[in-house]
């Protein structure tokens, strides 16, 4: 297997949509949706940037992830120098002193693909990263399988039973030589229909109590990234605890942020030259980071799901309205449709449910020409 860093895998999907916009099939305006207004008729749609209008018969909300939150706990240093809010940021990391102590907030792949480019970039200070959980992602197998166990000739419908299935399929993996890998390569595969399945109060529980274990299984570093975690670990020089933010403030030792350890009730105050906020998108709060999507909300077209992982979605993949009605010639296209279709945060799930999308859209497109030309 071949695990490229995210950058080169961006360019890769943007040179294969390059002859579609050369051809002018595609039309891709390099503009920032700042609102996003239906006709008066209800037939049609009016999308405004900074510099130009542009209307639409059809509107596909097909936004990446939102950028995370910054913290309650880490707003007060939110705009000290050290502080670090999008490490993807251009140049975010380049100012970092090679031997500058560092917390890092989250544990994730975004946490991992950090300590990684800061070892790159020759830093060789303490890293501190913290979690609730204190979980840090799994790594893949040196050979990868074929995915192993049935999740969905007898679906569970809670999320214990969904456990308690995927407990006692570990077991006979590990029983019979199969990695644990491919048991949740084949939970990926046929998550749709597991949350499917699953009532509205079990999937709020199972993303409540199992979303964090769910994350560092299914979320996986790539293997050069992780031998620089352990490389960093066996040397002292990187750490990853479970603790919870309490406070922070900028003094005259650098930034201070105050920990409460998981299991403890004592709080420990700790000193950083740079925090980097790696705590992941934002997708509960995504209504209201990007305009475009609060126009919608505002106007009541949108609105976030009850589990708090996107907007709330139609199954046929248009955004529900005020009324628990889907709004015609809305559609919602990729993570943000989490809370109706599970997982979707991988290329290949986000890809098939794209052509889901286009599909209904075509459909809808046969419809109206048919109509148009009488037959």
Excluded: C
């Excluded at 999308?47 to 880490?74: C, E, F, K, W, Y």
């Excluded at 201070?256 to 980097?276: K, P, S, Y």
């Amino acid at each position: 297997d071949i695990y490229p860093r995210r950058r080169v895998f961006g360019r890769y999907v943007a040179e294969h949509l390059e002859p579609f916009v050369a051809a002018g099939v595609i039309d891709h305006v390099r503009d920032r949706a700042t609102e996003v207004t239906r006709a008066a008729n209800g037939r049609g749609w009016t999308v405004q940037t900074p510099g130009r209008r542009l209307s639409a018969d059809i509107v596909v909300l097909a936004m990446t992830h939102p950028l995370p939150n910054v913290p309650a706990a880490l707003t007060p240093i939110a705009d000290a120098t050290g502080f670090i809010a999008d490490p993807h940021a251009a140049g975010a990391l380049a100012a970092i002193d090679s031997h500058a102590s560092v917390l890092i907030v989250g544990s994730g792949l975004t946490s991992a693909d950090t300590v990684a480019e800061l070892d790159r970039r020759g830093h060789r200070g303490r890293i501190l990263a913290v979690s609730r959980h204190g979980l840090r992602s799994r790594g893949h197998p040196d050979l990868r399988g074929a995915p192993f166990g049935d999740f969905v000739s007898t679906p569970a419908s809670t999320a214990l039973g969904l456990l308690e299935n995927i407990r006692s399929t570990l077991a006979t993996a590990n029983a019979t030589g199969v990695n644990w890998q491919s048991v949740f390569d084949q939970l990926r595969l046929q998550g749709p229909l597991l949350w499917s399945a699953l009532g509205p109060d079990e999937r709020t529980r199972l993303v409540r109590r199992l979303r964090a274990f769910w994350d560092v299984h299914r979320f996986r570093i790539a293997p050069q990234v992780e031998r620089v975690l352990d490389r960093r670990h066996a040397e002292g020089t990187f750490d990853n605890i479970a603790a919870s933010l309490v406070a922070s403030n900028d003094d005259r030792d650098g930034l201070a942020v105050t920990l409460r350890l998981r299991g403890q009730r004592q709080f420990e105050t700790m000193h950083f030259d740079v925090v980097i906020n790696t705590t992941g998108p934002a997708h509960g709060k995504a209504l209201n980071a990007n305009p475009a999507l609060r126009s919608l909300a505002d106007a009541g077209l949108i609105g976030i799901d009850r589990h708090g992982l996107g907007i709330e979605t139609a199954p046929d993949s248009r955004a529900v309205g005020p009324e628990g009605e889907p709004v015609p010639g809305l559609f919602i296209a990729g993570p943000l449709a989490r809370g109706t279709f599970g997982e979707l945060m991988g290329l290949p799930e986000v890809a098939r449910h794209a052509q889901a999308v286009a599909s209904e859209i075509e459909s809808r497109l046969g419809a109206l020409s048919s109509i148009v030309s009488g037959r």
